[in-house]
């Protein structure tokens, strides 16, 4: 059974950092693509980045874009995302997605969500 | 930026009622649009991908169509767990985007 669990989340306060995590279980993690996913309480959903099978491609909504990097360590099944200069504006629940074939961005499996708040 | 216009926003039906969503996009997406149910408090769920195909332990009463600009997700005969909140998205290219939603309440 295909696993994604979610760890870092948090409050911090604007202009500060955080480091989320996603585990991964049940499935051979490098090939498939990654992604995190967005949710602001009681709002929609948004794409944030994204890496393919390789580390060095990436994409990043322009909303983060600059402040958010996306990262994996395959032999740790393990997708990250490092997040400075944080604005009220990032919280949300961020989901870890695994794409539903090898590749191309359609999102079959979800880890449960960490809320991270930004507030002072 | 592609945008996904999802209507209407909410949909009061009974169980047994089709259902019918539409999602809109502000250019041709071709056929790389998804459709995704989300219930309260957790994650999302693939129904549909590549505007018609039925994901994996996707009930038949889910289905989808379109291209181009215009695609529908149809649910042929409304069960209690089907009231939920229904996204769209596409993968056409990057910024990857989501419709505003679709919620499917009970009349």
């Known amino acids: 059974e295909v696993q994604l669990v979610e760890s870092g989340g948090g409050l911090v306060q604007p202009g500060g950092s955080l480091r989320l995590s996603c585990t991964a279980s049940?499935?051979?993690?490098?090939?498939?693509?990654m992604a995190w996913v967005r949710q602001a309480p009681g709002k929609g959903l948004e794409w944030v980045a994204n890496v393919e099978q390789l580390e060095s491609e990436t994409q990043y909504a322009d909303s983060v874009k600059g402040r958010f990097t996306i990262s994996r360590d395959n032999p740790k099944n393990s997708l990250y995302l490092q997040m400075n200069s944080l604005r009220v504006e990032d919280t949300a629940v961020y989901y870890c997605a695994r794409t539903y074939e090898y590749t191309g961005s359609y999102w079959g499996h979800w880890g449960q969500g960490t809320l991270v708040t930004v507030s002072s | 930026e592609i945008v996904l216009t999802q209507s209407p926003a909410t949909l009061s039906l009974s169980p047994g009622e089709r259902a019918t969503l539409s999602c809109r996009a502000s250019q041709s997406v071709n056929t790389y649009l998804a459709w995704y149910q989300q219930k309260p408090g957790q994650a999302p769920r693939l129904l549909i991908y590549d505007a018609s195909n039925r994901a994996a332990g996707i009930p038949a009463r889910f289905s989808g169509s379109g291209s181009g600009t215009d695609f529908t997700l149809t649910i042929s005969s409304l069960e209690p767990e089907d009231f939920a909140v229904y996204y769209c998205q596409h993968r056409k290219n990057w910024p990857l985007t989501f419709g505003g939603g679709t919620k499917v309440e009970i009349k």
């Open positions: 049940g499935f051979t993690f490098s090939p498939y693509w």
